[in-house]
């Protein structure tokens, strides 16, 4: 397989999301506390539905009163789970002064790197502006590098040149698409993050650039640089910008869930009072089974909600589960660019 052939078959997928449609929605971009009220929702249309066919029944008391005792007790476990999950975050937060000057010096750096590759006085402060920005930069340096080369005598190395260019072209115009028009807070500008493939691009960069580094001029080594130093700082400002999100994500997940913990454990100790009675149910036969399922539906929303957030922040660190250029294969055994030992010596 050609070079040509390699960068084509593995430079479209890389970075993209790995399903679409309705699947996508539920674990990544749907609203959190829609996906949530939609699972509660379809628990609701199950149990009146099994019910409706005779395969459960809420009549025996003992049943009930012991599902609403496990109930209780799950809640408990959650909110417990919520919890730990804070201190977690907050932990994350405590340092001391020498620790935050660090954290704050490293933080400047990097931007210093953003201002000066980008060629601005001040770099932007919203995280989405910031990588956009990155972006742009990527663009504008990837556009250096094929004009850098026009004259190169070497035709190989133009055409593999500008299929690469070309490839960097289309990413960054569809996440410039999506950036510009988010604001940090909302999951689109995290997604075109995370799906921006920017390992790849270092990947094949440094694998042109070794290989046709003999016929490249000075004004071409120096734009090839540029291009990866910006490729870096993509990766750096995407990892800080998905660790950022996460953290309010997470946070406003443990809220949440607390929100919903009381009327869920409330819900439970109704469902158990309801059949309190010596003689059964204290409710009309008809009525007992939709008020069961809505008491039941309540009690389960901390579990809807738990499943709707982990979902996303699973998924994202999935698919952001190593820096720079290591790519996972579907196939162990295949990859592009194969090379042998001492290669570069023949």
Request: with cysteine.
């Amino acid at each position: 397989m050609s070079d040509d052939e390699e960068l084509e078959s593995y430079g479209a997928d890389m970075g993209q999301k790995s399903s679409t449609g309705v699947f996508e929605w539920v674990i990544v971009d749907g609203n959190r506390l829609l996906v949530a009220a939609l699972l509660t929702a379809a628990v609701s249309v199950l149990l009146l539905g099994l019910n409706a066919f005779d395969v459960i029944a809420f009549q025996n008391a003992n049943s009930v009163t012991r599902v609403a005792s496990g109930m209780i007790a799950g809640t408990f476990s959650l909110v417990t789970l919520v919890v730990s999950i804070n201190q977690m975050i907050l932990s994350q937060e405590f340092s001391s002064a020498g620790e935050a000057r660090d954290q704050l010096d490293g933080v400047m750096d990097f931007r210093e790197d953003v201002e000066s590759l980008a060629k601005v006085p001040a770099s932007p402060a919203s995280p989405s502006r910031l990588i956009d920005l990155i972006v742009v930069t990527i663009h504008e340096r990837a556009d250096d590098l094929e004009e850098s080369v026009s004259d190169n005598r070497d035709a190989d190395c133009r055409d593999a040149v500008s299929q690469y260019v070309a490839g960097i072209d289309d990413s960054t115009q569809r996440i410039h698409e999506t950036l510009k028009e988010t604001e940090f807070g909302t999951f689109n500008a995290v997604s075109a993050a995370i799906n921006y493939n920017d390992a790849w691009q270092i990947y094949a960069g440094r694998h042109l650039y070794g290989r046709y580094e003999d016929s490249f001029s000075e004004e071409t080594s120096e734009a090839f640089e540029r291009l990866l130093d910006a490729l870096r700082l993509f990766d750096v400002a995407r990892e800080q910008f998905k660790t950022t999100y996460l953290q309010r994500e997470l946070t406003q997940f443990s809220r949440q869930t607390l929100y919903c913990g009381v009327p869920s454990v409330l819900s439970a100790i109704v469902l158990g009072l309801v059949y309190a009675d010596i003689s059964g149910s204290s409710l009309a036969p008809d009525l007992l089974p939709f008020v069961a399922v809505a008491l039941i539906t309540v009690v389960v929303s901390p579990l809807a909600l738990l499943a709707a957030y982990i979902l996303r922040t699973a998924t994202v660190a999935h698919r952001t589960a190593s820096i720079g250029p290591m790519l996972p294969q579907k196939d162990p055994e295949e990859g592009p660019f194969d090379v042998s030992y001492g290669e570069s010596e023949e």
